[in-house]
């Protein structure tokens, strides 16, 4: 099937393309070269929900980001409901099929969107998005046969499918002259990025043609052949990088080539054992991301979108599971990156919602590898911490390749000591490389250099153990031949580096452990679990994820909304519920009277009751008091002050007593005017004018000569 947004547009049935450009109110010409599917192409790349996301809702901007995670086709059952908005804006296309449906995202859609966090920043998609406008006519026209013509995305389809297939990637390079892909070789040995002046000196270019920025490569040598097929991608101002998926195929063999180097690392880890007296062996991420975005669906709990996590709440998450705040914030990071915190994750037709408890860790593992959420090379690791304009990404994304291609073949199952593991860092020839590009990101950053070594040891004791991948075994006290830590790659890891399945034998299903607690099995869905977080507390974490169901818990569900049958509901996706939950839900959704609620701002105590007859009933004081009143006094109503209420009842001849003294109102002096009534400053009823003028002794006589204009200015 079709992914190129012109061709989807000519699959559809005549009806519904109709309806989609009145829908948008797109202005179709007849009397054009190009046909309406092509018209309305144009008009589609346009939107501006496709050039900034943030227009969109919370729920379908997480759908679309994990429709262009899986390159645009996101296979599902049922529909969610976040993608009408994305199918009513013609930017998602259901397809259907024999096993299911399939939210497709045409190559277009996908090439406009900017980069999300959780995103590789090196990868193929974002590198594209950012081209130049002159660069991307290039790229569009070599793999599309002719000049480009705008809008330019729509003629790079055709270059995304090239790059994004690895079998056509493959051939691709194969393809390449020699100069090409000697010079691919050496910008990788290097670390896969270089500046202008690098790859001039690399492509021995003898013309330097210097614009504002620095040098500019020329237009005719071999950088620009690689340029032009996206194999070497320009970034602003004045670098250029080998997109990840290139860099895959280009390794190949120069790992082919360095075997001879780490065969004696190999020989000396498998010829001695290095298994260690006491280590710390992992525990599955699972549990913890998921009690951690149950919490945060707390309403006083405010996490902002494109922010990083407060630091309050990491803090808090740590004190009350009982882990290191580094690890906590660390499956924080992740958990958002793959919109476990989003409220979309309580559907169970789309990720993350639809995955099972055990491949939740997977997840949390593509998005760590892919390297837009969290950097060990920098000093603060959660990317979402630093400004947009300073989230420019290292060159940490090699350093981890090392790491794990170093633990597949070290540690399969045997305890290997960090020196190894370094030891086969060190040997790479990108190292050498990796540590200038750090140093110059650092620089650029103003942060504080630090070597691949130091980046391989993080990943590696750090991020790697809190992922559950990695037992470390501490070093011996007193041994001065030690190496160090040991570590060893669990078969949790093992699986996720040879891209297999986990063994579903463990899967145990959900069940109560008893009246209260039930304990989430690795078979429930993620979304299942999330949709409990209203009426359950989490009790532990540690291998599996413990959750109460106490009568508080319920008794808030209920007063927040929440109908008892679908408590019942949510609660029997995941086990069957025992007789004294069955009571609890009963009892609790059981309804025994009904009070009214009514606002006021006091209640005024009265013993007799014909007074309160009295104030009840009569025009001047009925409308200060609820009706009806409980007995013994009355209610006032809301918005009387104490003034208005006094003044009227006095009216009537009652008197207000407040703190033991009878309340006298406020008085106005009698105005100057004309007879007109004048405001009291409370905004209450206006003050009478005194009929009686003031005595001699209170105001002294104004002289005929002066005015009462000079009278209040201040005069003789």
């Given at each position: 099937m079709p992914t190129r947004l012109v061709d989807v547009l000519r699959l559809l049935?005549?009806?519904?393309?109709?309806?989609?450009?009145?829908?948008?109110?797109?202005?179709?010409?007849?009397?054009?070269?190009?046909?309406?599917?092509?018209?309305?192409?144009?008009?589609?790349?346009?939107?501006?929900?496709?050039?900034?996301?943030?227009?969109?809702?919370?729920?379908?901007?997480?759908?679309?980001?994990?429709?262009?995670?899986?390159?645009?086709?996101?296979?599902t059952q049922t529909l969610p409901a976040a993608v009408e908005p994305l199918v009513a804006r013609?930017?998602?296309?259901?397809?259907?099929?024999?096993?299911?449906?399939?939210?497709?995202?045409?190559?277009?859609?996908?090439?406009?969107?900017?980069?999300?966090?959780?995103?590789?920043?090196?990868?193929?998609?974002a590198l594209l998005n950012q081209l130049n406008p002159d660069v991307a006519a290039s790229v569009a026209a070599h793999y599309l046969g002719r000049p480009a013509t705008p809008p330019v995305v729509l003629c790079l389809e055709p270059a995304w499918e090239a790059l994004s297939d690895p079998e056509r990637l493959a051939r691709e390079i194969e393809e390449l002259a020699p100069l090409e892909r000697k010079l691919l070789l050496a910008i990788d040995h290097v670390g896969g990025e270089v500046d202008t002046e690098e790859l001039l000196d690399l492509e021995r270019e003898p013309m330097r043609l210097r614009g504002a920025t620095g040098a500019t490569p020329?237009?005719?040598?071999?950088?620009?052949?690689?340029?032009?097929?996206?194999?070497?991608?320009?970034?602003?101002?004045?670098?250029?990088?080998?997109?990840?998926?290139?860099?895959?195929?280009?390794?190949?063999?120069?790992?082919?080539?360095?075997?001879?180097?780490?065969?004696?690392?190999?020989?000396?880890?498998?010829?001695?054992?290095?298994?260690?007296?006491?280590?710390?062996?992992?525990?599955?991420?699972?549990?913890?991301?998921?009690?951690?975005?149950?919490?945060?669906?707390?309403p006083a709990v405010e996490v902002r979108a494109g922010v990083g996590t407060p630091r309050s709440l990491i803090g808090k998450f740590a004190a009350r599971f009982g882990r290191d705040v580094e690890t906590v914030g660390f499956i924080a990071a992740l958990s958002r990156a793959i919109g476990l915190w989003d409220p979309s994750a309580v559907g169970l037709a789309s990720s993350p919602g639809s995955l099972d408890v055990q491949d939740l860790g997977r997840a949390?593992?593509?998005?760590?590898?892919?390297?837009?959420?969290?950097?060990?090379?920098?000093?603060?690791?959660?990317?979402?911490?630093?400004?947009?304009?300073?989230?420019?990404?290292?060159?940490?994304?090699?350093?981890?390749?090392?790491?794990?291609?170093?633990?597949?073949?070290?540690?399969?199952?045997?305890?290997?000591?960090?020196?190894?593991?370094?030891?086969?860092?060190r040997s790479d020839a990108r190292t050498a490389g990796v540590a200038r590009l750090l140093e110059r990101w650092a620089q650029r950053g103003g942060f504080t250099p630090v070597t691949p070594l130091e980046v391989a040891r993080?990943?590696?004791?750090?991020?790697?153990?809190?992922?559950?991948?990695?037992?470390?075994?501490?070093?011996?006290?007193?041994?001065?031949?030690?190496?160090?830590?040991?570590?060893?790659?669990?078969?949790?890891?093992?699986?996720?580096?040879?891209?297999?399945?986990?063994?579903?034998?463990?899967?145990?299903?959900?069940?109560?452990?008893?009246?209260?607690?039930?304990?989430?099995?690795?078979?429930?869905?993620?979304?299942?679990?999330?949709?409990?977080?209203?009426?359950?507390?989490?009790?532990?974490?540690?291998?599996?994820?413990?959750?109460?169901?106490?009568?508080?818990?319920?008794?808030?569900?209920l007063s927040a909304g929440f109908e008892a049958d679908v408590i019942r509901a949510r609660l029997e996706q995941l086990a069957t519920l025992p007789d004294p939950i069955l009571r609890l839900l009963t009892q609790a959704s059981a309804v025994i009277g009904r009070g009214e609620f009514v606002p006021t701002v006091g209640f005024l105590w009265v013993d007799d009751p014909e007074v309160r007859e009295l104030l009840s009933t009569r025009r001047q004081t009925s409308d200060l008091f609820v009706d009806p009143s409980p007995p013994g006094g009355l209610l006032i109503a809301a918005g009387v002050d104490l003034d208005r209420l006094a003044r009227r009842c006095r009216t009537l001849g009652v008197e207000i007593v407040v703190e033991g003294a009878v309340y006298r109102t406020r008085t106005m002096t009698p105005g100057r005017g004309s007879g007109a009534r004048r405001t009291e400053s409370s905004g209450t009823l206006p003050a009478m004018r005194s009929a009686r003028a003031p005595s001699s002794t209170r105001l002294p006589a104004v002289p005929r000569s002066v005015t009462p204009r000079s009278v209040k200015r201040g005069g003789d």
């Open positions: 049935p005549e009806r519904e393309l109709g309806s989609l450009v009145a829908r948008l109110k797109i202005r179709v010409d007849e009397a054009k070269r190009i046909d309406v599917p092509s018209q309305v192409a144009r008009s589609l790349v346009q939107l501006p929900e496709l050039r900034d996301p943030s227009l969109l809702p919370g729920p379908t901007r997480e759908l679309l980001y994990r429709i262009a995670e899986a390159k645009g086709v996101l296979p013609g930017v998602v296309f259901v397809r259907g099929g024999a096993e299911g449906m399939d939210l497709l995202l045409p190559s277009a859609h996908l090439l406009v969107l900017k980069s999300w966090e959780g995103e590789d920043p090196r990868g193929v998609r020329s237009r005719r040598g071999v950088g620009f052949a690689l340029e032009r097929r996206g194999l070497l991608i320009p970034v602003h101002p004045n670098r250029h990088v080998i997109p990840a998926e290139v860099a895959q195929h280009v390794g190949a063999q120069r790992r082919a080539e360095r075997e001879a180097q780490r065969h004696e690392i190999r020989s000396f880890v498998l010829g001695d054992d290095h298994a260690p007296r006491r280590a710390r062996f992992v525990e599955d991420p699972a549990p913890l991301a998921l009690a951690m975005a149950l919490l945060v669906r707390d949390l593992f593509e998005a760590w590898r892919r390297g837009g959420v969290w950097d060990e090379a920098r000093p603060d690791h959660e990317v979402l911490r630093a400004p947009p304009e300073a989230r420019e990404p290292s060159a940490v994304g090699v350093v981890r390749e090392l790491v794990l291609e170093a633990l597949r073949e070290l540690s399969d199952g045997r305890w290997a000591p960090w020196e190894a593991v370094a030891a086969y860092v993080r990943i590696a004791l750090e991020s790697l153990h809190a992922l559950g991948m990695v037992d470390l075994g501490d070093p011996e006290e007193h041994d001065a031949s030690s190496l160090g830590p040991t570590l060893r790659i669990t078969p949790r890891g093992r699986a996720y580096l040879s891209d297999a399945p986990e063994s579903r034998r463990g899967a145990e299903p959900s069940r109560f452990l008893d009246n209260q607690a039930i304990r989430v099995g690795r078979g429930a869905k993620v979304g299942s679990v999330v949709s409990l977080a209203a009426f359950v507390e989490i009790g532990g974490v540690a291998g599996a994820l413990d959750l109460h169901v106490t009568p508080q818990a319920v008794s808030h569900a």
